[in-house]
């Protein structure tokens, strides 16, 4: 399992390497939400996303032999650009298999940091098996996007600096996808501050991990469609759902059109461009599902991967 003691391990590897990202405050957010809102801008990590944290953290930890070999991974697209730059700081090589629809955005930044992209189709490939049988043909080291102790670790470097800067908080916020964020989040959080309540946030139409909760059990669903791509998992993984059932206290949802407002908020009252998945736990401060007086609350505002055009049209 992944404690604390980790997490802090990760803080020391990745130090100077990643961005220590601002928390910032708002007069008006804490006005709609009833409490004290922070927002740990992972929005202004490298590559634009809290990803790099996890992924630099594995890789770094790879040998020089494997280093040598080259890496592989997979992901809808900030998983795929952590890789490419941490294997590039490294002094490695990326294979990235992403699905075909896929931001043109991230793409060209995923090829921009030199690595080779393969795709897929999300609806109808398996791309855990992809994956695995890429690594295995060609003898690279697999970094997964979550299913990985050294990816978790790092994710919870986010959390571990909101703490820090913020002091105790009531309640912290993160999205879900596969689950490593948010399980990165849980324990940092609680071996900091045991009493402190972890809410995940997931879309409506990808409701996976609050149905896996529920049943106690890993629960599949149709491949989501949602704007909140990063967030479009069909099942949780198995490491991240095994600390997630002891550590996350609640799963709430949010729709297209509140993670749109969200969008819309953080741009129009904050001044920060938020991808759809990066505002998904915002969006649920704005909706009030953390109660009408949650106190002190951190939310880690994931990422802001999106162009001009993709912005405008999601939000049009």
Known sequence: MISLDDVHAAAARIAGVAHRTPVMRSRTLDARAGGEVFLKCENLQRIGAFKFRGAYNAVSRLSAAQLARGIAAYSSGNHAQAVALAARELGSTAVILMPEDTPASKRAAVAGYGAEIQTYD???GDRVA???????DRGLALIPPYEHPDVIAGQGTAALELLESAGALDVVVAPVGG????AGTATAAKGLHPGIRVVGVEPVEGDDTRRSLAAGERV????????ADGQAADIPGELTFSVNRRLVDEIVLVTDDQIRDAMRFAFDRLKIVLEPSGATGLAAVLTGQLGPRPGRVGVILSGGNIDTARFAQVLA
């Open 122 to 124: 999300r609806y109808t």
């Open 130 to 136: 992809l994956g695995a049988a890429l690594a295995a």
């Open 179 to 182: 689950g490593g964020l948010i």
């Open 220 to 227: 599949s669903i149709p491949v989501p469609r949602t704007i």
